[in-house]
């Protein structure tokens, strides 16, 4: 399948890497509707990308607000053949802090948003996707799900955040597998560090800092360049239940 086609769903869509996949789509002549829960930003970036791009609030850890969305996005664009899971939240906290054990509820919360979410986006659009017609490889839809290094080398701090993570890896290819009779595949992308707006909020020499950790190219990762990794995976239907690593090679150290 080609982008120029795509009808997409993009969660996290208002900034960083979803509005870089989203201007991906929209560039190739396709359509995009951007789930998100910033409004401002939302509606901002809908009006700045033109016709073809629509925003619906959504929250991705709720069901109930991801199918009202969904079915929404389905009838904007009279189908949905590509959805890019970027929501996600970064929450940090050693789980023996200082003030003691982290709250469980922040866990819980990291869990629900980048785990959950992910699965009930994942499981709606597969819903709307199985009604489409196949093309003539017998496809009907893509899902690209955003883990992250920290699925495999978490750093001190990050266990919520590399659980959810992993959780993301690790239900692909079960989906994948499932939904292969339907002929939609399932992918994840683990991006390295990459300049989204949580990363543009650090101080420039911790940005150069963690850049030149990256053995090449030494620098932090471009959202269009995540992006890109989205448009092949979604031109090649050989690539299924597949994670791919978008890091530059690091490796992340302990802290």
């Not at 016709?51 to 929404?72: D, F, P, T």
């Not at 989204?196 to 420039?204: I, L, Q, R, V, W």
Request: glycine share 12%.
């Amino acid at each position: 399948m080609h982008l120029s086609s795509a009808k997409a769903v993009v969660t996290g869509g208002a900034s960083g890497l979803g509005l870089a996949t989203a201007r991906r789509v929209l560039a190739a002549g396709g359509q995009v509707v951007m789930l998100d829960i910033n409004d401002e930003n939302g509606a901002q970036s809908a009006g700045e990308l033109g016709e073809r791009a629509h925003y619906i609030n959504a929250n991705v850890a709720s069901e109930e607000s991801v199918r009202a969305a969904i079915q929404a996005a389905n009838e904007i664009m009279n189908g949905i053949t590509l959805v890019v899971n970027c929501a996600g939240i970064a929450t940090a906290g050693r789980a023996l802090g200082r003030e003691g054990p982290w709250p469980t509820e922040n866990f819980d919360r990291v869990i629900q948003v980048n785990l959950v979410g992910t699965f009930n986006v994942t499981k709606e659009a597969a819903a709307v996707m199985q009604l489409n017609g196949p093309n003539e490889d017998g496809e009907r839809g893509v899902v690209v799900s955003t883990a992250s290094i920290a699925a495999f080398e978490g750093q001190i701090g990050q266990a919520a955040y590399s659980a959810s993570k992993g959780g993301v890896v690790g239900m692909m290819l079960p989906l994948a597998r499932e939904f292969a009779q339907f002929g939609i595949r399932v992918n994840t992308i683990a991006p390295g560090i990459f300049m989204t707006p949580m990363m543009a909020g650090m101080p420039d020499e911790v940005q150069e800092s963690l850049g030149k950790q990256v053995p090449f190219p030494p620098r932090l990762g471009r959202p269009d360049e995540y992006a890109d990794a989205v448009a092949f995976i979604y031109g090649n239907p050989m690539v299924n239940g597949e994670t791919i690593r978008v890091d530059g090679a690091i490796r992340m150290q302990p802290k």
